[in-house]
């Protein structure tokens, strides 16, 4: 008998608006993921002390953990000191690393992962991946999607403005992300998810057309709706391709590269995406999101970042090595540094238009 349906990994809460934060407790109690309130909260040691103050009253039976850095030894410390409480679940408060090391902790005890995030810089919070560095540089590790997200909208708009900038970089480069999928696909053959493609695509498509700015709730939550279901198709699709193709090689690339020049995750994935949609040939959608990118007071251009056009070559020339065995434009042109070169001085001129 064929199979008609499939199950799709997603939260069981997904909570986003303006005073969510208030309502922690009664959201896992009502969903019985903790009517008890036995929860380990991560949070960082800054910021994190003042959520705590703020929370405390209404979690009374919770213990709090600082949580060091984003390290995988930050991560496994974590787990070791929650370990020995008797929880029903594990809360990540604050922002990608603290949830990210929230989330491998919460794996490796055995209990669900209730994300709670502070800011909107990336599309991890509700992803089957912990990013941590580790002696090697930075791993990714699989793990349990939350059970559970909540964002605040009041919180995020308190957040530096760069945290939302970069989350708006990086969900729109899902486009391009599923434009490589699909050119892998039909040059490679490589299986394609069309829900995790269309999911992903449509939360790019979102931001991208959103009429709103970085100041208005509407747009944060278009975002965060948007950074949310990103994650979401990643776990349909059992990988990070409907939001990682040549937009992440080059931002890998800027990071090993230029690892104490370079810009946010986010800023660094918008620019590779506009140019990358340049390179497959659609320069309207090119031009498009860089017109979109900029208005949101994002870098479109390698000088915008403090780079030069000679430098950019460089990490586009590089970025392919990032992924070994993903394919992408970049390794579908191939393209020479001169190649690179012209086609960046060519997509220069056209978002500069």
Not at 227 to 237: D, F
Request: some cysteine.
């Amino acid at each position: 008998m064929p199979v008609l349906t499939r199950l799709i990994p997603a939260p069981i809460v997904v909570d986003i608006r303006a005073g969510a934060l208030a309502d922690l407790a009664t959201v896992l109690a009502d969903q019985r993921i903790s009517s008890s309130g036995k929860l380990a909260v991560a949070i960082s040691g800054g910021s994190g002390q003042a959520l705590r103050e703020r929370l405390s009253p209404s979690l009374p039976s919770a213990s709090w953990f600082e949580v060091g850095g984003g390290t995988l030894e930050d991560a496994v410390k974590l787990a070791e000191a929650m370990k020995s409480g008797r929880y029903d679940a594990v809360v990540g408060l604050g922002g990608g690393k603290i949830i990210d090391c929230a989330k491998f902790a919460a794996a490796r005890i055995g209990l669900p992962l209730v994300a709670v995030a502070t800011n909107l810089s990336h599309d991890g919070l509700c992803s089957p991946v912990a990013t941590l560095d580790n002696d090697a540089g930075r791993g990714s590790y699989g793990v349990p999607n939350p059970i559970a997200v909540l964002i605040d909208l009041d919180v995020i708009r308190e957040a530096p403005v760069r945290f939302v900038r970069s989350g708006i970089g990086d969900a729109l480069s899902n486009i391009s992300a599923v434009a490589d999928w699909e050119l892998a696909h039909q040059v490679k053959g490589e299986d394609i998810d069309g829900l995790a493609a269309a999911m992903a695509r449509q939360a790019g498509e979102a931001v991208l057309r959103h009429p709103g700015g970085i100041g208005d709730d509407s747009f944060l939550q278009v975002l965060a709706e948007g950074l949310v279901t990103t994650g979401i198709a990643m776990s349909v699709a059992g990988d990070s391709r409907p939001a990682s193709g040549a937009c992440h090689e080059i931002n890998h690339a800027f990071d090993l590269l230029h690892p104490e020049r370079a810009a946010s995750h986010g800023e660094q994935c918008g620019l590779g995406a506009a140019f990358a949609m340049h390179l497959r040939g659609a320069h309207e959608e090119s031009v498009q999101m860089a017109r979109t990118l900029r208005s949101h007071g994002l870098p479109v251009l390698a000088e915008d970042m403090g780079f030069s056009a000679d430098e950019f070559v460089e990490v586009v020339e590089f970025a392919p090595r990032t992924r070994p065995g993903r394919y992408t434009i970049l390794e579908h042109l191939n393209l020479s540094a001169d190649g690179i070169r012209d086609a960046y001085a060519e997509y220069a001129k056209a978002v500069e238009a």
